[in-house]
T-cell receptor
Framework: KNQVEQSPQSLIILEGKNCTLQ??????????LRWYKQDTGRGPVSLTI?????NTKSNGRYTATLDADTKQSSLHITASQLSDSASYIC??????????FGAGTTVTVRA | NAGVTQTPKFQVLKTGQSMTLQCAQD?????MYWYRQDPGMGLRLIYY???????DKGEVPNGYNVSRLNKREFSLRLESAAPSQTSVYFC????????????FGEGSRLTVL
């Protein structure tokens, strides 16, 4: 079964601290993996994309890693800001029309 | 640049009523999607349209119908709403097929009483 599991379900961090979100998947075949950020009441917005051959990709204070052998990805947020409070969704593509979504991790950044 | 526009943003229905959610994109994308998002669950695909003139069922199509009116517009219809269809609905369009980046609308929050 093509599944995407994210952990933790939610977390609270203090402004300026770092955090790491996890994504484990059993999707096959694998095309690419994306992390989306979803602000409350808004639609998801893409942060990063990882293909099979890529191990690390950064987008500002967001760094995604991928281990295609163990089928694990992580999203690291550095020096968190209040605006990082959102839900982060891991999405794995088998084909452009076959996407598997994780349930998301809700991050709350407190001053 | 509007991107993906959904209407309405909020709607309350009674069981058995019908309604149509509208979606339009101005990015000239071929593929469009309808998802529903429920608490604690990932986004689930209801229907998609790979290109103008085609539609296909997704993971949870029961109780819904869609129309790809033209390349820009993709509507979702609930013929006889049920409380189980209370959800947030997202329309999305797909950019650059090989990379699979979805552009989402702002969502439509539907409550069925």
């Amino acid at each position: 079964k093509n599944q995407v599991e994210q952990s933790p379900q939610s977390l609270i961090i203090l402004e300026g601290k770092n955090c790491t979100l996890q994504c484990n998947y059993t999707v096959s075949p694998f095309s690419n993996l994306r992390w989306y950020k979803q602000d409350t009441g808004r639609g998801p917005v893409s942060l990063t994309i990882m293909t099979f051959s890529e191990n690390t990709k950064s987008n500002g204070r967001y760094t995604a890693t991928l281990d295609a052998d163990t089928k694990q990805s992580s999203l690291h947020i550095t020096a968190s800001q209040l605006s990082d409070s959102a839900s982060y969704i891991c999405v794995v593509s088998r084909t452009p029309y076959k996407l598997s979504f994780g349930a998301g991790t809700t991050v709350t950044v407190r001053a | 640049n509007a991107g993906v526009t959904q209407t309405p943003k909020f709607q309350v229905l009674k069981t058995g009523q019908s309604m149509t959610l509208q979606c339009a994109q101005d990015m000239n994308h071929n593929s469009m999607y309808w998802y529903r998002q429920d608490p604690g669950m990932g986004l689930r695909l209801i229907y998609y349209s790979a290109s103008e003139g085609t539609t296909d069922k997704g993971e949870v199509p029961n109780g819904y119908n869609v129309s790809r009116l033209n390349k820009r517009e993709f509507s979702l219809r609930l013929e006889s709403a049920a409380p189980s269809q209370t959800s947030v609905y997202f329309c999305a369009s797909l950019a650059i097929v090989n990379t699979g980046e979805l552009f989402f609308g702002e969502g439509s929050r539907l409550t069925v009483l």
